[in-house]
């Protein structure tokens, strides 16, 4: 079935430096792919999706690239800040339906 | 902006009680949803709601779940006789028709059972 894995964390880093979390799915059809965002205390927050290959979806300077080829989502930012701290999930929407699939989630941890 | 509300934020309960977890969703979506996510575990799906019925329904929504849109507004999650193991929290979303999978979560319910 429809499955998505992301890297193991926590991901610490210091302010400013460059991040990438690693998601990969398994899919059948053509998923649209999203990055969820939880804050401490806070619900699930949509970060950012794309809905076809080579769509670059991209908010509050994350992005992720759609890359069928290598069946991979990877959300990057060039310069962390100590409130971007949460855990990031990210998952799929199978095109034939609109569940959900997520990955376990990354926490990512930003050091002053 | 328009968001998702649920209530209580946390409820602890004691094992065998009856739960209801209630969620207001946007007002023009006509897609409802439950998730959980046990601590530590990834966010599952539980079940999705069209139309006034179930949609779809994961092995995790058995018997002792069931949901329910009593005023239009209102989408509710009962858990008839709470076990341990159900203690989670609980998203629920919703949709509005022809997006492509955007769903917008509330912040959770948190259930404790005891």
């Known amino acids: 079935g429809d499955s998505v894995t992301q890297m193991e964390g926590p991901v610490t880093l210091s302010e400013e430096a460059f991040l990438t979390i690693n998601c990969t799915y398994t899919a059948t059809g053509y998923p649209s792919l999203f990055w969820y965002v939880q804050y401490p205390g806070e619900g699930l927050q949509l970060l950012l999706k794309?809905?076809?290959a080579d769509d670059k979806g991209s908010n509050k300077g994350f992005e992720a690239t759609y890359r069928k080829e290598t069946t991979s989502f990877h959300l990057e930012k060039g310069s962390v800040q100590v409130s971007d701290s949460a855990v990031y999930f990210c998952a799929l929407s199978p095109y034939s339906n609109y569940q959900l699939i997520w990955g376990a989630g990354t926490k990512l941890i930003i050091k002053p | 902006e328009p968001e998702v509300t649920q209530t209580p934020s946390h409820q602890v309960t004691q094992m065998g009680q009856e739960v209801i977890l209630r969620c207001v969703p946007i007002s023009n979506h006509l897609y409802f949803y439950w998730y959980r996510q046990i601590l530590g575990q990834k966010v599952e799906f539980l079940v999705s709601?069209?139309?006034?019925?179930?949609?779809?329904k994961s092995e995790i929504f058995d018997d002792q779940f069931s949901v329910e849109r009593p005023d239009g507004s209102n989408f509710t999650l009962k858990i008839r006789s709470t076990k341990l193991e159900d203690s989670a929290m609980y998203f629920c979303a919703s949709r509005a028709q022809g997006n492509t999978g955007e769903l917008f979560f509330g912040e959770g319910s948190r259930l404790t059972v005891l």
């Open positions: 709601f069209y139309n006034n019925e179930i949609s779809e």
């Open positions: 794309a809905t076809k």
